[in-house]
């Protein structure tokens, strides 16, 4: 298992540590430690982290773990959520883990700071406007800059925006 474990961890070595892993389940798909495994290394890579959170999930809701057994699996998918951005798109997932583990305060501050993280479209409205002052559109990225602000008041990038803003004016 700690085999395939290091070679999933390693970039040139990723996709057989996984199969090796994989492996492991098909010849016996009891084996909690091997599941743990695998499922924690799907977390390591932005295209499989949500089929291995999902995985984790599912382990964490299984009776009869050891303490070890669950610990791991905390620790596995909790690491993971540290990957995800800090989004509303993030929010499922930082509920369901607190669902199981609601007593993680590490995690909560995440999930209220993904609640009240701006909106992907504010971030879209501020890189348009970091785009027009690259492109000398002064009162683009102003106006940009102030519908970011009329929400966020307290939106630093958008606030750095407007100063160079004023500064070129």
């Known amino acids: 298992l700690e085999y395939y474990?290091?070679?999933?961890?390693?970039?040139?070595?990723?996709?057989?540590?996984?199969?090796?892993?994989r492996s492991l389940l098909r010849a016996d798909h009891n084996n909690i430690a091997a599941?743990?495994?695998?499922?924690?290394?799907?977390?390591?890579?932005?295209?499989?982290?949500?089929?291995?959170?999902?995985?984790?999930?599912?382990?964490?809701?299984?009776?009869g773990l050891s303490n070890e057994q669950r610990a791991s699996v905390m620790r596995a998918w909790r690491t993971a959520l540290y990957w995800v951005p800090?989004?509303?798109?993030?929010?499922?997932?930082?509920?369901?883990?607190?669902a199981m583990?609601?007593?993680d305060h590490d995690v909560q501050e995440r999930?209220?700071?993904?609640?009240?993280?701006?909106?992907?479209?504010l971030?879209?409205?501020?890189?348009?406007?970091?785009?027009a002052l690259d492109r000398g559109n002064l009162q683009q990225a102003e106006s940009d800059f102030n519908g970011v602000l009329k929400t966020h008041p307290d939106d630093a990038d958008a606030v750095g925006g407007l100063g160079l803003v004023r500064l070129r004016q």
């Open 5 to 21: 474990q290091v070679m999933a961890a390693a970039s040139s070595m990723r996709n057989e540590g996984i199969s090796g892993l």
């Open 35 to 63: 599941q743990i495994g695998y499922a924690e290394a799907l977390t390591w890579k932005e295209e499989t982290r949500l089929d291995g959170m999902k995985r984790l999930q599912r382990l964490a809701g299984v009776g």
């Open 86 to 98: 800090t989004t509303s798109r993030s929010l499922p997932l930082y509920d369901a883990f607190l």
């Open 101 to 103: 583990f609601p007593q």
């Open 111 to 121: 999930r209220n700071r993904a609640e009240h993280a701006p909106s992907e479209e």
């Open 123 to 131: 971030a879209q409205t501020r890189t348009e406007g970091f785009q």
